[in-house]
């Protein structure tokens, strides 16, 4: 199987079937396809082989979802670019997986003359925006106009399908290299689960999240195969993810919980009808029990469903389930799920054998849906997979019913606001700026984004800056939810006998564990 066969399916079976909806525009599957056939052609034309790398830098929209289905029918690799990383990161993401077609939109062609500065290959940049198209660059329009319509490459199975980066233990990004089988392992999966939610009469889907994340383009892959309308919102943005479940009769939305958390609070949220909502399904970072309560009672008759995995599993593992959200064990809230059909999810311990019910240790799984490794990093790839199953770096432990519950993490992993940060690149950027002798960051909880990152400096002696300083340039290095959040200066940090920080001892004294 590949990820455009649910086009053709839908192209001849429904072929006059709204496929994606973005404002006032409609397309039909019959249209998408052949718009994507002819997508393909141009990239053929702008010289993409099997096997090439295309990026997509830009906000959700139908055009993107064109490039999703054009790149693989063209033979190429999908790179959906983080629209939230600096031109440096993503020059870096770029070159290291030598992509050298990008689509790029309005909001970010200003990027384009960095990126090409910081590359040792030509970048051929293409314009899916309604702006002027700037120069050095082609028009999208034009491209499919002149293009001739090709055949799909009917890549699929064991064949890469994309390269998704996400952040980095070393500091810099790393590809996870997903083929088609992963990816469609993981969306299989997450429907044999909740099609009885999800395939609903009129059924829409509305993407409020980013499609350049794991996330959404894993619920866009779902919503296809099961031919559900996809309604656009370029951005998030939590009242006209209200408005537009009112105006579209949404039936299914994702959101991280920061996201619900923002539209409970909008002032006008009381007042929008969100009773088509059949299905939300939240996930990419932990739910308080304050804000799950709030959902439930916001949305009496909306089904919840939580997930839990991670970019590496494609990304799905285990799903609390709309019947477990109505039971009366705090416990129960509190777990990820149970996994799913095509994911086998264990608790281990040091020796790699499962750990008994109850115990804390690593959790892994094995099945389709793990990757096939981290581009260009085989040891990091053979230590994360060994004996076969995919270690996650997350501490849990598995009850007497099979529920995961997800209490830690193994690598200094920092989730804010629904995205993954690692303190290492932040230390990183951090200890860059010349009046900065150490630097040790931390996440602590926070009641919006749900952690900040917070760093813990110590200065070279005399020397005087402020935290505005050490956030502002930490925000010329990485991405703007990267930088700390706050910042605390202290004469030293503490260290193990090797001389490793402790960072235990940090969360401590913030009273944390």
């Known amino acids: 199987m590949g990820i455009t066969q649910s086009l053709h399916r839908w192209a001849q079976q429904a072929p006059d079937r709204e496929a994606v909806v973005e404002g006032e525009s409609r397309t039909t599957f019959l249209e998408l396809r052949e718009r994507v056939a002819r997508l393909g052609g141009a990239l053929r034309g702008l010289g993409v082989e099997p096997g090439d790398r295309v990026a997509i830098l830009a906000l959700n929209s139908t055009r993107y979802l064109e490039c999703l289905n054009a790149v693989p029918w063209a033979g190429g690799v999908l790179n959906p670019v983080n629209i939230r990383w600096t031109p440096v990161e993503i020059a870096y993401t770029l070159g290291d997986s030598r992509t050298e077609v990008l689509f790029v939109d309005d909001a970010f062609t200003g990027a384009v003359p960095v990126l090409r500065s ?242 804390v240790g690593e959790i892994v799984s094995r099945g389709d849906h793990v990757m096939l490794g981290y581009w260009n990093r085989p040891d990091e790839s053979e230590q994360v997979l060994r004996g076969g199953w995919m270690h996650t770096g997350d501490l849990g432990f598995m009850d007497t019913d099979g529920y995961l519950t997800v209490v830690d993490r193994l690598k200094d992993m920092i989730v804010t606001g629904g995205e993954n940060v690692f303190s290492a690149e932040v230390e990183n950027a951090v200890g860059t700026h010349p009046d900065v002798e150490a630097c040790a960051v931390i996440g602590l909880p926070d009641a919006t984004w749900g952690e900040r990152v917070h760093a813990v400096v110590v200065l070279h002696a005399g020397r005087d800056v402020g935290a505005d300083e050490i956030r502002a340039h930490a925000k010329t290095l990485i991405a703007g939810y990267k930088a700390p959040r706050s910042v605390e200066f202290v004469e030293k940090l503490p260290l193990t006998a090797a001389g490793k920080v402790r960072k235990s001892v940090l969360r401590e004294r913030k009273g944390e564990r």
């Open 118 to 359: 910081r590359l040792a290959f030509t970048l051929t940049v293409v314009h899916i925006g309604d702006g002027p198209t700037p120069e050095g660059m082609y028009r999208y329009e034009d491209l499919l106009a002149g293009a001739e319509p090709t055949p799909d490459a009917d890549r699929g199975g064991s064949d890469l399908a994309g390269v998704f980066y996400t952040g980095g233990t070393t500091g810099f990004p790393k590809g996870v290299m997903l083929s088609h089988d992963n990816l469609l392992a993981s969306a299989m999966g997450g429907l044999v689960a909740t099609a009885a939610f999800r395939i609903v009469p009129n059924a829409r889907v509305l993407h409020a999240a980013p499609l350049f994340h794991i996330a959404g383009y894993g619920v866009s892959l779902m919503t296809s195969i099961v031919g559900i309308p996809q309604v656009i919102l370029p951005f998030f943005d939590a009242e006209r993810v209200a408005a537009l479940v009112q105006e579209q009769r949404v039936t299914e939305i994702f959101l991280a919980p920061t996201m619900l958390q923002m539209v409970l609070d909008h002032p006008r949220f009381a007042t929008y009808d969100l009773s088509s909502l059949r299905l939300l399904t939240y996930g990419a970072s932990p739910i308080t029990a304050t804000l799950l309560d709030r959902v439930l009672k916001a949305l009496p008759g909306t089904s919840l469903v939580q997930a839990y995995g991670q970019t590496e599993l494609s990304p799905l593992a285990t799903l609390l389930m709309p019947q477990d959200h109505l039971d009366a064990d705090p416990a129960r809230l509190r777990s990820a799920g149970r996994p799913c059909f095509h994911a086998d999810v264990r608790v281990v311990g040091p020796d790699e054998g499962e750990l008994g019910r109850g115990e």
